[in-house]
């Protein structure tokens, strides 16, 4: 049911009764909380003398640029990247929109979508740059001969000056994408402006030494299906292939935004994960299409395509995907699950693909009765099994299955927007937006503002993250990284690279958008606000999983516990283990309850390697999860028994 149909104040009463209460009043405030003052006469000393590196260099600068503190004001941005009324972050993909530059200015990138008004027209492509010395942004870059342009993300180039792309509307035509470069490291000059598509929108970019890639969508069809590369260092631009779908019954891809990534351990390759739909026609009770990885060695002359998931898997507990809706196509015209799916990849330093995705499915509990989940699943090439990430209170909870859909902002529905990043030492950290829930059967409602009374309910929403230490075998729990109780804070996404600092932590780069007026304004109703991208570096080194040792991506005491084969199994799998020395063992299952359902070993044991057959044939169909302690260390993996 579309929100436009709801009556505002008997939803709002429907939602109290259901949820049972802790409704948050909109907040619309000038943003101010996240910043800070910074700026000392020591630190104003410092920047104008790199400004003067910068003039000494010989760069051009369109205007005064970088933005002392000193003429920016005492009020520093601490976290803010840059401020915004357009709330609308991404169609389909969370993007990498900014990116780390460890260049003479250590630094970070980054790229958004500036305005003032509520009107498209005022909306700009903007830049921003961070230094990490300082602790300082330099200021908001605005492309201001691009009015109305948008989707604006940077990379890191060879020299380490910032390679940016986006979109943009001549008076007119069809929609533009444009690719511009920075003079130099935070130079903010940006001479170098080229028209890459006559026809394309919602680009994004690649970049591995002179050679760039770029991926858009076709303009007016809005149908994805366009690369395009540069040799020269974006001078000049040639359009490529496009992959062909992989998975059953898919017609085409539905991803408008795909983003592509260099292989680092095999540089002419490029890779991207997308989402592919199902044919028209389809009003089965399943639905087809799935997630794909598709990559090229040749600039996208030629193209592999692998289905990550195929939507017409069962998934665990007799869960299927949404099927579509005759008449409930989106703008896109995309069926339910194309819509309310977003998905991201990302190769690591080992060449391993990593994607992560949400969906929303259903099981049947009676004639006319659905009870909906909304997990994030983690996949990679090298194990190629689905994990989800998210935890059960807020994935499958029946408390909350029938409320999430009323209340979730705009192409948000329940735990949204997955992103991903990859470090040294095996380390894997993925990222989404999740529901506030205040306690196991209620979530916390928050009220965005029409005509100036906070009015239309949604739900909160945080940032969660979950890491590992193995490439991906053995995930934490998730824990929270970003928002505030009783905000909307949504749209995550991380730069490609944890990084290690010579105390062997390891922390993530996180960029958010808090919106002030909760519900997306461009399309739930509500009115606009100013809102604000938030930057954060957030730790994660005590998260990573006990019993795997981040530095050498091992078990600390190198036992090693492998994953059940086959996975999915019906009814017996094998587990196998490997011990370095004779120990006292115990081997457990558990459900997805935390109730243990069998203890497989019990006992001591010799070094070497062991294998224990689980049979489930007196299980239902479900998530289950198998422990192996020794000497007082733990290691968990997960396994799905379908029947």
């Known amino acids: 049911m579309s929100r436009q149909l709801f009556t505002i104040f008997s939803l709002v009463l429907l939602v109290m009764l259901v949820v049972g209460g802790n409704i948050y009043p909109g907040n619309n405030p000038t943003i101010n909380k996240k910043e800070v003052s910074l700026v000392t006469p020591e630190v104003d000393a410092q920047w104008e003398a790199r400004l003067e590196a910068f003039i000494q260099s010989g ?50 990138h980054f ?98 030494g002179n050679t760039l890639f770029v991926t858009n969508t076709v303009d007016p069809a809005r149908i994805p299906g366009q690369t395009w590369y540069s040799t020269d260092f974006g001078t000049t631009w040639t359009q490529s292939g496009f992959p062909t779908t992989p998975s059953p019954g898919a017609v085409q891809f539905e991803s408008v935004e795909n983003w592509p ?79 309310w799916t977003q998905e991201f990849g990302t190769y690591g330093d080992d060449g391993t693909f990593h994607v992560v995705f949400n969906g929303n499915g259903f099981q049947v509990v009676a004639p006319g009765d659905t009870f909906n989940i909304f997990p994030i699943v983690y996949w990679n090439s090298q194990d190629q099994q689905p994990i989800e990430l998210t935890a059960d209170s807020v994935a499958r909870n029946p408390a909350i299955s029938d409320t999430v859909v009323d209340v979730s902002v705009y192409a948000s529905t329940g735990n949204a927007w997955p992103h991903i990043a990859v470090g040294p030492d095996n380390v894997v950290a993925v990222v989404w937006q999740q529901m506030e829930m205040i306690d196991a059967s209620t979530l916390r409602i928050v009220l965005g503002s029409v005509g100036g009374t906070p009015i239309t309910p949604f739900v909160a929403t945080d940032i969660y993250c979950a890491v590992s230490g193995d490439n991906g075998q053995t995930w934490s729990d998730p824990f929270k990284v970003g928002g505030e109780e009783g905000e909307c804070d949504i749209y995550p996404m991380l730069a490609r690279d944890i990084e290690k600092d010579v105390s062997n932590n390891y922390f993530i780069h996180l960029n958010y958008l808090w919106d002030t007026n909760p519900g997306i304004s461009l399309n739930d109703g509500t009115e606009f606000s100013e809102c604000a991208w938030i930057y954060n570096m957030v730790d994660i080194t005590s998260y990573i999983p006990v019993g795997i040792s981040p530095t050498s991506g091992n078990l600390v005491t190198d036992f090693k516990l492998a994953q059940n084969y086959p996975n999915p199994f019906n009814p017996s799998t094998t587990i196998k283990f490997n011990l370095p020395h004779t120990t006292d063992v115990t081997l457990e299952v558990f459900n997805n309850l935390g109730q243990k359902v069998s203890t497989l070993v019990n006992g001591r044991l010799n070094a070497g390697d062991h294998e224990v057959e689980f049979e489930g044939s007196n299980l239902s169909s479900g998530i289950y999860f198998y422990r192996l302690t020794v000497d007082d260390v733990s290691q968990k993996r997960k396994m799905v028994l379908m029947k």
């Open 59 to 108: 760069a051009t600068l369109k205007r005064p640029h970088p933005i002392t503190p000193s003429t920016n004001s005492a009020a520093v941005f601490a976290d803010t990247v840059g401020k915004t009324t357009y709330d609308f972050g991404a169609n389909s993909t969370m993007g990498r929109r900014f990116s780390l530059s460890p260049g003479t200015s250590n630094g970070i």
């Open 261 to 339: 990534e260099f292989n680092p351990a095999n540089p002419s390759e490029i890779g991207f994960a997308s989402i592919q739909e199902e044919a028209p026609q389809n009003t089965g009770t399943t639905y087809q299409g799935g997630i794909s990885w598709s990559s090229t060695q040749d600039l996208g002359a030629t193209w592999t395509s692998n289905t990550v998931f195929d939507f017409g898997t069962m998934l665990p507990g007799d869960f299927t995907y949404l099927p579509r809706i005759p008449g409930n196509e989106t703008y896109f015209n995309l069926g339910q699950i194309t819509f």
């Open 111 to 208: 790229g958004y979508m500036a305005r003032t008004t509520g009107s498209n027209t005022d909306r700009y492509a903007t830049y921003d740059f961070y230094d990490r010395d300082f602790g300082l942004f330099f200021g908001p870059y605005t492309f201001s001969s691009y009015a109305g342009s948008g989707w604006a993300c940077a990379v890191d180039g060879q020299n380490h000056e910032a390679l940016m792309v986006f979109h943009y509307t001549p008076p007119g035509a069809l929609v533009t994408t444009r690719f511009v470069k920075d003079d130099g490291q935070a130079f903010y000059g940006f001479s170098t402006d080229v028209e890459v598509d006559a026809s394309g929108l919602w680009p994004s970019i690649a970049a591995s």
